[in-house]
């Protein structure tokens, strides 16, 4: 590849290296599930449930409908090849990886330590308790553990209790590993508990571990820039993500590449491009997104690669709204060209679209394309019917392409569900 790439083919390199190069199989197993994930990487957790649990949508994009029991049982097994860790933000990686983590959870614990007034320092007593609970009769969930010294009182999803404060903070340090979840309520267990003993006997140093998360996530990501390697893991020593892009350059792993329009403070962006990076001669795929899929979760990412400005509306006040309370970007080809907001009406069995918005450019066949996706997405989730609302650019245009579907008035109350942290809340 030349040493300078337009956007297009970065965006197209881009897409491959997260799969969105390979055609959908005609059935979705195991195999292509890890396969999937092994692309990814990592895969963000969220709470938001308003069409599906974002854990679920990245493999829904890339290889179409499919039994999210199948996940389920990959995720939340006795022994689960995967295990959840603050690695992007909370999310699900290969057990395997633990030890590449072990710099975090270091920092992590020296963070805590440091604060004088931080909680650990007047609740330690009841941290080592959790923590004899969980060796005594381990794996646990929350409500299981009771303790008279437990203060607080329950409220709503921020306002944790001393139990659950003491086991987060015992997850960030890694002495506490998720053993899955009951619906979507952790299951606490001591790390030996759940993490092969030969990866927790096998930490993995500072240096050591950053290099090879950066070199997994310019795998992941095919072209890209400090910013954004460092983001896929939120690796906030830019000194030492410089010095293991070096080092891979050395090895011969990247190779120093610029991208037209990529630029930082009015100059050409630095720019690494993976070795094993696929440059297709175009896409043909159509894909609903997540907003954290990797593709877009890094919001300056996705404006260089897409001219996609993408803000999420959950906390904005519903008359305020642009686009939508949980609007999902859509890809055609090689281009994100629209915005949908779609939320699962269980009790009716419909898939209400929200809103749809166009973006600058989309393909001739764009609403058919969408439309096609979206009836998809609506049996995949068990829904029989499909209702238009009426707000948006692109609402009739996805309304004539959806024959047989309802249509109704712009949503005027917010959902009432919440985010999970961007931060550990300790």
């Known amino acids: ?51 599906a649990r974002s854990h679920y ?52 614990r020296a963070k805590y330590a440091e604060k004088a007034d931080a909680w650990m320092a007047t609740h330690s007593e009841i941290v080592e308790w959790v923590r004899t609970e969980l060796a005594s009769r381990g794996p646990l969930r929350p409500a299981q553990i009771e303790h008279d010294a437990a203060g607080g009182q329950r409220g709503p999803w921020w306002g944790w209790n001393d139990v659950k404060l003491a086991l987060e903070y015992l997850w960030l340090i890694g002495d506490v590993a998720i053993a899955g979840r009951r ?51 939120r690796i906030r020593d830019r000194r030492a993500v410089l010095t293991a892009l070096d080092e891979l350059t050395e090895q011969g792993e990247l190779r120093r590449v610029s991208v037209e329009g990529w630029e930082v403070g009015g100059r050409p962006a630095k720019a690494w491009l993976h070795r094993d990076a696929v440059l297709p001669r175009r896409l043909t795929g159509a894909a609903i997104l997540t907003p954290f899929d990797p593709l877009v979760w890094f919001r300056d990412r996705a404006e260089r690669l ?15 709204r642009r686009f939508g309370y949980y609007s999902l970007p859509v890809l055609v080809g090689d281009d994100i060209v629209g915005r949908v907001d779609l939320k699962a009406d269980r009790a009716s069995g419909t898939l209400l679209v929200q809103s749809a918005w166009w973006e600058h450019r989309r393909p001739a066949d764009a609403a058919d394309r969408i439309a096609a996706e979206i009836r998809l997405a609506a049996a995949w989730q068990g829904l029989e019917r499909v209702s238009v609302s009426r707000w948006g650019d692109a609402v009739d245009d996805l309304a004539g392409a959806l024959p047989g579907a309802a249509r109704h008035d712009r949503p005027t109350t917010p959902e009432a569900v919440a985010l999970a942290p961007e931060e550990p809340v300790l």
């Open 1 to 51: 590849m030349r040493e300078t790439l337009g956007r297009a083919e970065a965006r197209r390199i881009a897409l491959a290296a997260q799969g969105f190069a390979r055609p959908r199989p005609a059935t979705v197993g195991t195999r292509q599930l890890n396969g999937a994930l092994a692309r990814m990487a990592t895969l963000q957790i969220d709470s938001v449930n308003v069409f």
């Open 183 to 233: 619906g979507f309520e952790r299951r606490y267990a001591l790390a030996d508990q759940v993490i092969p003993a030969p990866v927790l006997a096998s930490p993995v140093a500072r240096p050591d571990a950053i290099r090879e998360l950066v070199r997994r996530a310019a795998r992941a990501y095919g072209v890209a820039t400090a910013s954004d390697l460092a983001d896929y893991w």
């Open 306 to 320: 897409f001219d996609f400005e993408y803000r999420i509306e959950i906390y904005t006040p519903s008359p305020q």
């Open 57 to 108: 949508m990245p493999l829904f994009s890339r290889l179409g409908a499919y039994d999210t029991a199948l996940l389920d049982r990959l995720l939340f097994s006795r022994r689960p090849p995967y295990v959840e860790f603050w690695a992007h933000v909370a999310a699900f990686i290969p057990a395997e990886d633990w030890a590449l983590f072990r710099f975090r959870m270091d920092d992590h």
